[in-house]
């Protein structure tokens, strides 16, 4: 755990979780220089995990609170749930896997993960797993070592402990080849 750019600089994996809004979150990443650390690993293949929050921050921008940039690592624009039946989105629901990456090997569809949030992002080429609260939306997004997680895996059981075990298994193996 550190908020030193430095040590994400000789960092192989950083984990940005997440609880708050889009633009304060990257607010204070700006502020210690945490964005361009974390730009730096991902151009150098390092791998990064991005949760709730944390994932939404590598798109390009969001609409929370007003437009604000994100690290752009994902194309798209985060947005604000407009058909759901309530907003947030907090509870429990079923993961419809989309596309094949090591980060969700073992995922099924109808595995259930936790959600909190009231921002979604697109479903697109990046969307690994997408989910449905009213409009389908991006549960799980992933290009080579670059990885997030709408939900909260460490509150997710079965699934979120695959999801981190197998993130941590790409450490191990120096990441996505």
């Known amino acids: 755990m550190s908020d030193d750019p430095q040590a994400v600089d000789a960092a192989a994996a950083a984990i940005v979780p997440g609880d708050g809004a889009f633009g304060a979150t990257m607010r204070a990443l700006e502020e210690r220089g945490l964005d361009s650390a974390l730009l730096r690993l991902a151009q150098r293949n390092g791998l990064f995990l991005g949760i709730c929050v944390g994932m ?16 752009g690592l994902f194309p798209g624009r985060v947005s604000r749930f407009t058909s759901a039946p309530r907003v947030p989105h907090m509870g429990w629901n079923a993961l419809e896997p989309l596309r094949e990456h090591p980060f969700t090997a073992g995922l099924r569809a109808g595995d259930y993960a936790y959600f909190l949030h009231s921002f979604r992002a697109p479903v697109d080429e990046v969307t690994l797993a997408a989910c449905e ?31 981190l075990d197998n993130f941590l298994r790409l450490c191990a193996n120096g990441g996505v080849r």
Do not use: C
């Open 133 to 163: 609260h009213g409009e389908r939306f991006a549960a799980i997004a992933g290009r080579a070592n670059v990885m997030g997680t709408q939900f909260h895996p460490e509150k997710s059981r079965h699934t979120g402990a695959n999801l």
């Open 56 to 71: 939404q921050i590598l798109y390009e921008s969001s609409d929370e609170h007003g437009e604000r940039r994100g690290l």
